[in-house]
């Protein structure tokens, strides 16, 4: 979403890009209504979830938002630690 938005303005020179804060919202409490409350980190409902692994050198500087995107940008299926499905580890 980050990318095509970017693309388009680009392209069409009208409105402005996604910003991260955005898009995590999009991912995750902005679809909540369709998928039964799944993506939203509120108590009382379903957790699903990965724990990510982000050891690259210099992420520990960062703040947590941070390497999020950096994870988001350079991140491989090798840091994902666990995944978890309606609260189980899978």
């Known amino acids: 979403a ?3 938005s970017k693309v388009r303005c680009l392209m069409t ?3 402005r890009p996604l910003t991260h ?5 999009m991912a995750t ?3 909540r209504h369709l998928w039964k409350d799944r993506g939203c980190f509120e108590m009382g ?3 699903d979830g990965l724990l990510i692994g982000d050891d690259l050198p210099g992420t520990g500087e960062l703040p ?3 390497r999020l995107y950096r994870y988001l940008y350079t991140g491989e299926d090798d ?3 666990a995944r978890y499905r309606e609260g189980r580890l899978l």
């Open 79 to 81: 840091n994902i630690l």
């Open 2 to 4: 980050l990318q095509a």
């Open 13 to 15: 020179g009208e409105g």
């Open 45 to 47: 409902t379903p957790f």
């Open 21 to 25: 804060e955005e898009a995590f919202f």
């Open 64 to 66: 947590p938002l941070d």
């Open 29 to 31: 409490m902005g679809g």
